[in-house]
């Protein structure tokens, strides 16, 4: 079955300071992967996403992610956070099983605090 | 452009009675979905339409969830007797088409609480 996890709950970082969000996936083939981010009362908002090619994907609002095969991870980056990226990030992996309906599988979401 | 909008924002039902929740894609997006987020169980699929049918409704929780989309477009979710444990947020999207490589767009959500 495939699988994504966000090994963690919550990640605090100071303004200006680079950021990482943690995921890992578990799949079968190549994995078609995504970071969405939910701000309070929102819906979902797509970030980036990864399905072939360099394994540095470039994103919305200065984000990029890494795509790792052998470590089967896709991290989530900034450079220099800002207090606006304070959010509920989600990592999610596009199904490709024998239905292929094309639903996301997400992870349990990581909250982002950037403290000023 | 316009994007996912879905209806009501909100709603505060008994428990026992129906609810409608509606949603409306992007126009000319064929594939839509509805997902249910709630604190316990993260963010889950409910059902995949793709055109009108439903090829994929395994993550219905009971029968008591059913929903339909019609011309190709708008879709319903309907909760028959509602319980307490079906308070969540359910989130539409829709993509362009079902092929993994699309990104999914998503709606605001309608927060259900059922007292």
């Known amino acids: 079955a495939q699988s994504v996890a966000q090994p963690e709950d919550q990640v605090n970082v100071a303004e200006g300071n680079p950021l990482t969000v943690k995921c890992t996936y578990s799949?079968?083939?190549?994995?078609?992967l995504f970071w969405y981010v939910q701000y309070p009362n929102r819906g979902l908002q797509f970030l980036l996403k990864?399905?072939?090619?360099?394994?540095l994907v470039k994103g919305s609002y200065g984000f990029e992610a890494e795509f790792n095969k052998s470590q089967t991870s896709f991290h989530l980056k900034k450079p220099s956070a800002l207090v606006s990226d304070s959010a509920l990030y989600f990592c999610?992996?596009?199904?490709?099983?024998?239905?292929?309906?094309?639903?996301?599988?997400f992870g349990q979401g990581t909250t982002l605090q950037v403290k000023p | 452009g316009a994007g996912v909008s879905q209806s009501p924002s909100n709603k505060v039902t008994e428990k026992g009675k129906d609810v409608e929740l509606r949603c409306d894609p992007i126009?000319?997006?064929?594939?839509l979905y509805w997902y249910r987020q709630s604190l316990g169980q993260g963010l889950e699929f409910l059902i995949y339409?793709?055109?009108?049918?439903?090829?994929?409704k395994s993550g219905l929780p009971s029968d008591r969830f059913s929903a339909e989309r019609t011309g190709g477009s708008v879709s319903t979710l309907t909760i028959q007797r509602t319980q307490q444990e079906d308070s969540a947020v359910y989130l539409c999207?829709?993509?362009?088409?079902?092929?993994?490589?699309?990104?999914?767009?998503f709606g605001p959500g309608t927060r259900l609480t059922v007292l």
């Open positions: 339409f793709q055109g009108n049918s439903a090829p994929d």
């Open positions: 999207a829709s993509s362009e088409t079902r092929d993994s490589y699309n990104e999914q767009f």
């Open positions: 126009s000319g997006h064929t594939a």
């Open positions: 799949v079968s083939g190549n994995p078609y």
């Open positions: 999610a992996v596009r199904d490709k099983g024998s239905s292929n309906t094309g639903k996301l599988i």
């Open positions: 990864y399905i072939t090619g360099d394994n």
